[in-house]
């Protein structure tokens, strides 16, 4: 079974309010049935991101956490659906900063997006 929460790296999607996907790269955390990713001080043109504005337009999104290897029986990949929020969740950020050295060291400003999980799709490449 693929080991989600220990991926450091997703692919989050969102759709803008003409249908048009956008996808990013996130680092994230699992709490429970919960995933949470936070607005980081990596450089941005802007801090008025896309995927903000996408998700209080349309809170449903989906996170692919994959893993690629060049031996290909070690492929695999996992789908989450959910609704997301934008929120200010010092917890959310604690977990984060366990989970990534770098949030220890420069602390997300935030906000966090915090998404519920509704319904989890995966694949791998070898039966287990």
């Known amino acids: 079974m693929p080991d989600v929460?220990?991926?450091?790296?997703?692919?989050?999607?969102?759709?803008?309010?003409?249908?048009?996907?956008?996808?990013?790269?996130?680092?994230?955390?699992?709490?429970?049935?919960?995933?949470?990713t936070a607005v980081d001080e990596k450089p941005k043109r802007t801090r008025r991101l896309k995927r903000l504005e996408n998700i209080e337009a349309n809170p449903r999104v989906e996170v692919l956490v994959d893993h690629y290897e060049d031996d290909w029986s070690k492929l695999w990949w996992v789908r989450l659906r959910g609704r997301a929020r934008i929120v200010e969740d010092p917890e959310a950020m604690a977990l984060l900063a366990r989970k990534y050295p770098q949030y220890r060291e420069q602390p997300p400003a935030g906000p966090v997006i915090a998404v519920e999980i509704e319904e989890r799709s995966e694949w791998t490449s070898s039966p287990s």
């Open 5 to 36: 929460a220990a991926a450091r790296v997703a692919r989050l999607a969102t759709v803008d309010r003409d249908g048009r996907p956008h996808v990013v790269p996130i680092c994230f955390v699992l709490d429970g049935e919960t995933l949470y």
